[in-house]
């Protein structure tokens, strides 16, 4: 009776063996320095106020995927959401406002005001009194206008990486 269940159990064990290793690879690697300039490997997320980390990321075929966004990038956007408010009628300073956050690859929201009931909300979330688009919110900080050295400076406090 035994032989027969290990008979059995052979062959599903032989098809199953590949995706289960497949699956095992499928991992993510981090590498760090600590405050000491020690450098540390983990599959294992660093703490948080760890400043550089490189995250790699192998799939089935061992191909290293970095196309997403990097562990610090994700981090930033979970504790510190970004909101750009436009509006139809702005159009050069609101797409500087977008070439910049995309040449940050920040990811963001963005809010368009086209009526009243939209620049209530606007207020509301801003703090503002008055609509000025555009507008950037990281987190619970607000910028009004587009200035490129205020925005750095709200993205980098937020922890969101420099422009590459």
């Not at 909300?121 to 009004?144: E, I, M, N, W």
């Amino acid at each position: 009776m035994s032989r027969r269940l290990v008979m059995c159990t052979l062959p599903v064990l032989l098809l199953l063996g590949p995706l289960l290793a497949a699956d095992a690879a499928a991992q993510t690697t981090y590498r760090w320095l600590d405050k000491s300039g020690k450098v540390h490997y983990s599959d294992q997320p660093p703490p948080p106020d760890i400043g550089s980390v490189d995250e790699k990321r192998l799939g089935k075929s061992s191909v290293i995927e970095t196309s997403g966004p990097g562990y610090a990038t994700r981090t930033a956007a979970a504790n510190f959401p970004v909101t750009l408010y436009t509006s139809a009628d702005c159009q050069d300073d609101c797409k500087l406002a977008r070439d910049f956050l995309t040449r940050r690859r920040i990811p963001y929201s963005e809010k368009v005001i086209r009526n009243s009931d939209d620049a209530e909300a606007y207020k509301r979330a801003t703090g503002a009194t008055d609509v000025f688009v555009p507008s950037l919110s990281v987190g619970s900080q607000f910028q009004r206008g587009f200035l490129d050295s205020a925005w750095s400076a709200l993205l980098d406090n937020a922890g969101y990486p420099g422009a590459r």
